[in-house]
Structures are given as C-alpha cells and as structure tokens.
C-alpha cells in the first residue's frame, strides 16, 4: 500500500476541487480556520493535540499512480483535476496555537492559508487528526489533574482501532500520563512502556503461587503482581510469601476499589510490605480516579475511558472559510450564519489574558480583510497563543516526531498552571474563562 495521505478525505473535497478548476475560483487566496463552537460534555477547557501528527500527514499529502488510479477507475473526478492532484503539494502556511496549548469557544487552534483547492482539500485530514487527539487529550488531562502526582498509565489498546490506540498513548502523554502499554506508541514517539502480566497468566499455571514465582523469575522482584484472578487477600498473602517484602508491587483491576485498596495496604503492611505499590486499573475514569484522592493506591492504569475521549470522542471542532479574495483581488471577511452553527468572518489573532499568572480570559483579536492582524504589543495583558507550524509549505523545526511530543508535554504542563481554579473541577460548567471577540 502507498504512503501517501492524500486519500484520507472525504470525496466532497475533490468534487470542490473540480468544480472550482472549471469556473477558475481554485486559484483564489482563502483563509480557512479550524475551532470549536463549544466544549463538549460540559467540560471548563480544552486541550489542543495532533498538530505534530497532522504536520507529517500533511508532507505526505501526495497523489501517487496508486491514488490517481483509484480516482480515475471510480470516476470521482475529471481529467483536469486528476492533472492538478497529480503536481499536488501544500504551499500554503499554517498557523495556530502550540500542541499542549488550552483553547476555549472561538479560539482559532487553526489557520490554513493558501488558494482554496490546497487549503480546503485539507479539511477531513485535520479535523479528522485534532478532533480525535484533542478529544482524548482533554480526557487525559482532567484525569491527570485528578490523580495528582499520582502516575498515570495508559493501557487502552484494546478498546480503539490500531491506529487510534498509537495517536490516543500520544495524546495522553501529552497531557500528564506517564507511560503507555501501546509498543508501536513507544517506538514511534519515544513513550516510556509499562506492562507485566494479565489474568491469562496466572490461570495458565496450575495455581497461582507457581504463576508469581514463573513472573518474579522472569521480571525481578520489582515487578508487579496481579492478585485478583482468584481471591485477593489470598492473593496478596501468596504475592508475599513468593517475593518477600520487597515485592515492587500489586495490581487490583476488580472489586469496590477505596474499600479493596485500603484492605490491601492494610494487609501488605501487616505482611511487613510496607513499600510494596499498589496499583488499580479497573475502568477508572476522572471520576473514579477523583473518587480514590484519599485511598491508599500508588498508581493508576486507565483504558477505555482515555482512548474514547471518556464520554466525548471528539472534540467537536470545525473547519470554515474566514476570508477570501474577491474577483478583482480584494479580501473579503466571509462567515456562515445558520442557525446554532455561526462563524466569525475574518483573519484572527489569539491571546490569553492573564493576571499574576491566573487565565481570565481568551482575546481573540479580528482583521475583517487583510489588514495587519492584532500583535502581543497591542495586548501587554496576554500571551500571544499562535505560532507558525507551515510557512510556504515548509514546515517548521520542532513540532513533528518526539521531540515535538516533549515539547507538546512540556508546554501543556506549563499552560496548565495558568488554569483559575474553578477549571479544576469535574462537574459539567461552562468555560472556566470567557472567550472575548474584539
């Protein structure tokens, strides 16, 4: 199969194309721009992540004779534009807030500039990459800032597509978890793995001391034990029978967890396990992690609820055209105004209002046509959010590969320290700062 990107859209996009080469609008200058109407699920912000996967699929956003065969046999397109896919490369520029940033309602995450055959053939790619990742990486940080400086491990590979499962370990590293179970994660993106063994193991054995003592031979004393294939105060007593008081640590993944964790502690420490780690990975979500705030555990494993987004998939963003040039070469502001699904016409500029480091609002500044867009000297209050990621269709150092994911966990644990304290909490709120349009 080809390497190429390019057939990762949606049909419409080319049928545009086409349409637009026939009556000579592809060539027109266009601003497109990708937000958020809303946050879902209630949420008090969001977190923007994908960017540095969207930039890679974006260099390989190319129409081989793979593709050109496949459009040409399904006569989805005309020969004209099978000629333009064909020389097709981005030469546009992208700008938009930094993977790890915040963003609110309104806030321009995304600005794609070029003619309107090469910027809106990107639409389903990047709504496609940041929705996902963005939506899961919002999960996983109201997760993080529920287990505190508890660790946090990602082992939902099993409950995503295979694909999914690599950009979701991303997403959730990004915003605070520690470790994934996912190996093509680690390869990829330099994620630290984490895993030791499952149910199957200690049923594979004729009983459960013979399984612990096969995996502490394997793995050292630091590994960690499951204990609740069969009974777990049997389990933990069998645990340190085997491995001593030294054993790194127990898994819980059943059971009322405060109630079991705090059995468990209390059982290991009488066993003389005084730092033997509890860890507990069954189907936590930022509530049940929340819930465990004043239990004795050392660690959680989440699955299912990271790499869906935990109760919100997607993060519901959008991608409009802001801005075009007119027949004559003039810009014009351009805005959709269907009911609950508006836009704002207009090139933007992005700044985060701060005071004494706190976020209080979002400032989104608005250039109807092309006039100088708003600049950080305009805003002394505010830090400036956007940063250029593609200029003329090259793409900027420092945002692709791992070393893009460190500086995406870096700076996301940075902005987070921003957040009011009211952005801390669970419960379904409105945006902890408001988004103002100026």
């Known amino acids: 199969m080809s390497a190429s990107t390019a057939l990762l859209t949606d049909r419409y996009e080319l049928t545009m194309i086409e349409g637009a080469l026939r009556d000579g609008t592809a060539s027109r200058r266009c601003v497109f721009e990708l937000f958020a109407r809303r946050l879902p699920g209630g949420r008090r912000f969001g977190v923007v992540a994908g960017t540095g996967r969207l930039l890679s699929l974006i260099a390989d956003f190319r129409f081989g004779e793979e593709e050109l065969r496949f459009l040409r046999d399904g006569r989805v397109v005309d020969a004209e534009t099978i000629a333009f896919l064909e020389s097709f490369r981005f030469s546009g520029s992208l700008t938009g807030y930094r993977e790890g940033e915040l963003y609110f309602p309104g806030s321009p995450i995304l600005t794609v500039e070029g003619t309107f055959a090469e910027a809106v053939i990107l639409e389903t790619l990047a709504l496609s990459v940041l929705n ?81 003592r096969a995996q502490i031979a394997a793995q050292g004393l630091d590994t ?127 700044f985060r209002r701060l005071r004494e480091g706190t976020a209080t609002a979002e400032v989104v500044a608005v250039a109807d046509g092309f006039e100088p867009l708003a600049t950080a000297a305009q805003h002394p209050d505010a830090r400036p959010l956007q940063v250029d990621l593609i200029r003329s269709g090259e793409i900027m150092p420092g945002f692709e590969g791992p070393e893009g994911v460190r500086a995406a966990r870096a700076h996301h644990l940075s902005v ?9 909490g669970l419960s379904r709120s409105g945006p902890a700062i408001p988004t103002h349009v100026v």
């Not at 999914?164 to 991303?170: E, G, N, P």
């Not at 590293?173 to 895993?195: C, Q």
């Open 224 to 350: 960690t034990l499951l204990v609740d294939t069969y009974d777990i105060r049997t389990g933990v007593e069998t645990a340190i029978r085997v491995a001593g008081p030294g054993l790194g640590g127990v898994r819980i993944d059943s059971g009322d967890l405060p109630v079991v964790a705090a059995a468990v502690r209390a059982h290991l420490d009488d066993l003389g396990a005084v730092d033997t780690r509890i860890t507990v990975t069954s189907d936590l979500d930022e509530y049940a992690i929340a819930a465990l705030a004043a239990s004795p555990v050392d660690a959680y494993g989440v699955g299912t609820s990271v790499v869906t987004g935990s109760g919100s998939p997607t993060a519901g963003m959008v991608y409009k055209l802001v801005a075009r040039q007119d027949a004559d070469g003039g810009w014009v502001s351009v805005a959709k105004a269907s009911a609950d699904k508006a836009s704002t016409g207009g090139r933007k500029s992005a």
């Open 132 to 212: 996902h990742d963005s939506a899961v990486a919002t999960a996983a940080a109201r997760m993080s800032i529920a287990a505190g400086d508890r660790p946090l491990a990602e082992m939902g590979s099993r409950r995503a597509g295979e694909r999914s499962a690599v950009a979701a370990a991303r997403a959730a590293y990004i915003t605070g978890f520690g470790a994934t179970s996912n190996l093509e994660a680690g390869r990829a993106w330099e994620i630290p793995t984490m895993g030791t063994a499952a149910h199957s193991w200690t049923l594979l054995h004729d009983d459960e001391e013979d399984a612990f």
């Open 416 to 424: 987070r320290a921003e957040l009011p304290v009211r952005a801390l």
